[in-house]
Protein backbone atom coordinates (compact mmCIF):
# COMPACT_ATOMS: atom_id res chain seq x y z
CA UNK A 1 0.00 0.00 0.00
CA UNK A 2 1.08 3.25 -1.07
CA UNK A 3 1.96 5.87 1.84
CA UNK A 4 0.53 9.07 1.89
CA UNK A 5 3.28 11.57 2.28
CA UNK A 6 3.31 14.18 4.61
CA UNK A 7 5.62 17.59 5.17
CA UNK A 8 5.53 20.05 8.09
CA UNK A 9 5.76 23.53 8.04
CA UNK A 10 6.12 25.15 11.32
CA UNK A 11 8.59 27.71 12.68
CA UNK A 12 8.33 26.24 16.48
CA UNK A 13 10.42 23.45 16.81
CA UNK A 14 8.77 21.90 19.70
CA UNK A 15 5.53 21.88 17.54
CA UNK A 16 7.95 20.05 14.89
CA UNK A 17 9.01 17.56 17.10
CA UNK A 18 5.35 16.95 18.78
CA UNK A 19 3.81 16.47 15.09
CA UNK A 20 6.59 13.82 13.87
CA UNK A 21 6.26 12.26 17.28
CA UNK A 22 2.53 11.81 16.52
CA UNK A 23 3.60 10.43 13.25
CA UNK A 24 5.78 7.92 13.61
CA UNK A 25 3.11 5.53 14.98
CA UNK A 26 0.88 6.21 11.69
CA UNK A 27 1.81 3.66 9.60
CA UNK A 28 0.00 4.94 6.32
CA UNK A 29 1.71 8.41 6.40
CA UNK A 30 5.55 9.27 5.42
CA UNK A 31 7.39 12.10 6.86
CA UNK A 32 9.21 13.63 3.85
CA UNK A 33 10.60 17.37 4.92
CA UNK A 34 10.27 19.63 8.13
CA UNK A 35 10.61 23.34 7.45
CA UNK A 36 10.53 26.30 9.67
CA UNK A 37 8.92 29.10 7.58
CA UNK A 38 6.78 29.77 4.87
CA UNK A 39 9.45 30.16 1.72
CA UNK A 40 10.97 26.92 2.22
CA UNK A 41 7.37 25.75 2.57
CA UNK A 42 6.05 26.53 -0.29
CA UNK A 43 9.20 25.42 -2.13
CA UNK A 44 8.90 21.70 -0.56
CA UNK A 45 5.20 21.95 -1.64
CA UNK A 46 5.63 23.04 -5.07
CA UNK A 47 8.46 20.30 -5.73
CA UNK A 48 7.90 17.52 -3.24
CA UNK A 49 3.92 17.53 -4.05
CA UNK A 50 3.20 15.91 -0.43
CA UNK A 51 -0.18 14.48 0.28
CA UNK A 52 -1.00 16.13 3.25
CA UNK A 53 0.78 19.74 4.87
CA UNK A 54 0.94 20.59 8.49
CA UNK A 55 0.92 24.07 8.27
CA UNK A 56 1.18 26.80 10.79
CA UNK A 57 -1.10 29.76 10.33
CA UNK A 58 1.46 32.77 11.99
CA UNK A 59 4.86 32.31 11.17
CA UNK A 60 7.33 35.31 10.24
CA UNK A 61 7.43 36.51 6.98
CA UNK A 62 5.22 34.50 5.68
CA UNK A 63 2.20 33.49 7.07
CA UNK A 64 0.33 30.05 6.34
CA UNK A 65 -2.47 32.00 4.85
CA UNK A 66 0.13 33.48 2.44
CA UNK A 67 1.47 30.36 1.23
CA UNK A 68 -1.88 29.54 0.66
CA UNK A 69 -2.34 32.63 -1.95
CA UNK A 70 0.32 30.92 -3.66
CA UNK A 71 -0.75 27.54 -4.59
CA UNK A 72 -2.51 27.01 -7.53
CA UNK A 73 -3.19 23.04 -6.27
CA UNK A 74 -3.73 22.77 -2.57
CA UNK A 75 -2.84 19.29 -0.86
CA UNK A 76 -4.41 18.45 2.38
CA UNK A 77 -4.33 20.90 4.85
CA UNK A 78 -4.63 20.37 8.56
CA UNK A 79 -3.84 24.06 9.98
CA UNK A 80 -1.61 24.29 13.90
CA UNK A 81 -2.29 27.31 15.83
CA UNK A 82 -1.49 29.11 19.37
CA UNK A 83 -4.50 31.31 18.82
CA UNK A 84 -6.60 32.84 17.87
CA UNK A 85 -10.10 33.11 18.50
CA UNK A 86 -11.04 34.63 15.01
CA UNK A 87 -9.03 32.09 12.94
CA UNK A 88 -10.51 29.18 15.09
CA UNK A 89 -14.04 30.68 14.32
CA UNK A 90 -13.54 30.44 10.28
CA UNK A 91 -11.93 26.83 10.92
CA UNK A 92 -15.30 25.71 12.03
CA UNK A 93 -17.55 27.95 9.96
CA UNK A 94 -15.70 26.46 7.01
CA UNK A 95 -15.21 22.83 8.37
CA UNK A 96 -11.44 22.95 7.76
CA UNK A 97 -9.75 20.83 10.14
CA UNK A 98 -6.90 22.76 13.02
CA UNK A 99 -5.26 21.82 15.78
CA UNK A 100 -4.88 24.44 18.65
CA UNK A 101 -1.51 24.29 20.20
CA UNK A 102 -0.67 22.51 22.30
CA UNK A 103 -2.53 19.20 20.94
CA UNK A 104 -3.27 16.11 22.22
CA UNK A 105 -2.59 12.65 20.17
CA UNK A 106 -6.25 11.55 20.83
CA UNK A 107 -6.77 15.25 18.61
CA UNK A 108 -4.15 14.64 16.53
CA UNK A 109 -5.47 11.41 15.35
CA UNK A 110 -9.38 13.15 14.90
CA UNK A 111 -7.81 15.66 12.37
CA UNK A 112 -6.05 13.11 10.74
CA UNK A 113 -9.28 10.88 10.43
CA UNK A 114 -10.93 13.93 8.88
CA UNK A 115 -8.57 15.76 6.15
CA UNK A 116 -9.58 13.39 3.52
CA UNK A 117 -12.99 14.51 3.55
CA UNK A 118 -12.31 18.07 2.79
CA UNK A 119 -11.78 19.78 -0.56
CA UNK A 120 -9.99 22.83 -2.19
CA UNK A 121 -13.37 24.89 -1.69
CA UNK A 122 -13.09 24.60 1.83
CA UNK A 123 -9.63 26.35 1.61
CA UNK A 124 -10.54 28.94 -0.74
CA UNK A 125 -13.40 30.36 1.61
CA UNK A 126 -11.14 29.62 4.96
CA UNK A 127 -8.88 31.57 2.97
CA UNK A 128 -10.89 34.79 2.47
CA UNK A 129 -12.56 34.44 5.90
CA UNK A 130 -9.02 34.58 7.50
CA UNK A 131 -7.89 37.49 5.86
CA UNK A 132 -11.50 39.55 5.81
CA UNK A 133 -11.00 39.57 9.77
CA UNK A 134 -7.33 41.04 10.13
CA UNK A 135 -5.91 44.29 8.39
CA UNK A 136 -3.16 43.22 6.14
CA UNK A 137 0.06 44.92 6.82
CA UNK A 138 1.98 43.35 3.47
CA UNK A 139 0.82 41.63 0.00
CA UNK A 140 2.21 38.83 -1.33
CA UNK A 141 2.94 38.26 -4.82
CA UNK A 142 3.88 35.39 -7.29
CA UNK A 143 6.41 36.90 -10.01
CA UNK A 144 7.64 34.55 -12.53
CA UNK A 145 9.15 31.76 -10.35
CA UNK A 146 9.76 34.49 -7.66
CA UNK A 147 7.59 35.08 -5.10
CA UNK A 148 7.80 39.29 -3.87
CA UNK A 149 6.95 40.99 -0.54
CA UNK A 150 5.03 44.49 -0.39
CA UNK A 151 4.64 45.80 2.57
CA UNK A 152 1.62 47.87 2.99
CA UNK A 153 3.45 51.13 3.68
CA UNK A 154 5.14 51.21 0.33
CA UNK A 155 2.17 51.08 -1.86
CA UNK A 156 0.80 54.03 -3.60
CA UNK A 157 -2.53 52.48 -5.23
CA UNK A 158 -4.60 50.28 -6.58
CA UNK A 159 -5.91 49.31 -9.94
CA UNK A 160 -8.87 47.05 -10.55
CA UNK A 161 -8.10 44.91 -13.21
CA UNK A 162 -11.32 42.83 -13.21
CA UNK A 163 -10.21 39.55 -11.16
CA UNK A 164 -7.05 41.17 -10.97
CA UNK A 165 -5.73 44.58 -9.07
CA UNK A 166 -2.47 46.03 -9.95
CA UNK A 167 -0.45 47.14 -7.33
CA UNK A 168 1.67 50.43 -7.81
CA UNK A 169 4.34 51.18 -5.21
CA UNK A 170 7.19 53.87 -6.35
CA UNK A 171 9.72 51.14 -7.37
CA UNK A 172 7.16 49.46 -9.89
CA UNK A 173 4.32 47.57 -10.26
CA UNK A 174 2.73 44.16 -9.51
CA UNK A 175 -0.40 42.17 -10.78
CA UNK A 176 -2.19 39.66 -7.89
CA UNK A 177 -5.58 37.56 -8.42
CA UNK A 178 -7.25 38.71 -5.87
CA UNK A 179 -11.19 41.26 -6.70
CA UNK A 180 -11.43 45.23 -5.46
CA UNK A 181 -13.96 43.93 -3.21
CA UNK A 182 -11.95 41.37 -1.09
CA UNK A 183 -8.69 43.50 -1.16
CA UNK A 184 -10.89 46.34 0.04
CA UNK A 185 -12.17 44.61 2.95
CA UNK A 186 -8.78 43.74 4.21
CA UNK A 187 -7.39 46.95 3.94
CA UNK A 188 -7.00 48.95 7.02
CA UNK A 189 -9.65 51.84 6.58
CA UNK A 190 -7.91 54.37 8.39
CA UNK A 191 -5.13 54.52 5.49
CA UNK A 192 -6.72 53.21 2.33
CA UNK A 193 -9.42 54.48 0.97
CA UNK A 194 -11.76 53.76 -2.55
CA UNK A 195 -12.15 56.78 -4.61
CA UNK A 196 -13.80 54.97 -7.58
CA UNK A 197 -14.36 51.57 -8.64
CA UNK A 198 -11.12 51.29 -9.90
CA UNK A 199 -9.33 52.61 -7.94
CA UNK A 200 -7.96 52.61 -4.07
CA UNK A 201 -5.18 54.94 -3.01
CA UNK A 202 -2.96 55.19 0.26
CA UNK A 203 -4.46 58.61 1.68
CA UNK A 204 -0.67 58.90 3.05
CA UNK A 205 -0.03 59.60 -0.41
CA UNK A 206 -2.11 61.92 -1.48
CA UNK A 207 -0.93 65.43 -1.95
CA UNK A 208 -4.15 67.57 -3.74
CA UNK A 209 -7.85 67.16 -4.68
CA UNK A 210 -8.84 69.08 -7.74
CA UNK A 211 -11.80 70.07 -9.79
CA UNK A 212 -11.59 68.31 -12.94
CA UNK A 213 -14.02 69.56 -15.74
CA UNK A 214 -17.38 71.11 -14.89
CA UNK A 215 -18.61 68.78 -11.87
CA UNK A 216 -15.44 65.59 -11.74
CA UNK A 217 -12.82 65.60 -9.28
CA UNK A 218 -9.40 63.85 -9.16
CA UNK A 219 -6.94 63.22 -6.52
CA UNK A 220 -2.92 63.77 -6.81
CA UNK A 221 -0.71 61.20 -5.29
CA UNK A 222 3.12 61.89 -5.06
CA UNK A 223 4.93 61.62 -8.24
CA UNK A 224 2.18 63.77 -10.02
CA UNK A 225 0.20 60.64 -10.27
CA UNK A 226 -3.78 61.93 -11.32
CA UNK A 227 -6.74 59.31 -10.45
CA UNK A 228 -10.50 60.09 -11.33
CA UNK A 229 -12.98 60.57 -8.34
CA UNK A 230 -16.32 59.25 -8.71
CA UNK A 231 -19.21 61.86 -7.58
CA UNK A 232 -20.07 59.28 -4.94
CA UNK A 233 -16.70 58.58 -3.66
CA UNK A 234 -16.04 62.17 -3.58
CA UNK A 235 -18.18 62.67 -0.61
CA UNK A 236 -16.95 59.45 0.86
CA UNK A 237 -13.46 61.43 0.40
CA UNK A 238 -14.58 64.39 1.75
CA UNK A 239 -16.08 62.86 4.82
CA UNK A 240 -12.83 60.47 5.22
CA UNK A 241 -10.32 63.70 5.30
CA UNK A 242 -12.86 65.86 7.47
CA UNK A 243 -13.50 68.31 4.88
Avoid: C
Avoid at 229 to 237: D, F
Amino acid sequence: MTKLKAIIIEDEPLARDLIKNFLSSEKDIELIGEFDNGFSGLKAINELKPDIVFLDVQMPKLTGIELLELLDEYPKIIFTTAYDEFAIKAFELNAVDYLLKPFSKERFKQALSKVGTKTSNNIEQLKNHVLKSTAINKIVVKSSNNVVVIPINDIIYFESEDDYVMIYTRTGKHLKHITMKVLEEQLDASKFVRIHRSFIINVDELTKIEKFGKDNYQVILNGNIKLSVSRLRYQELKQFLNL
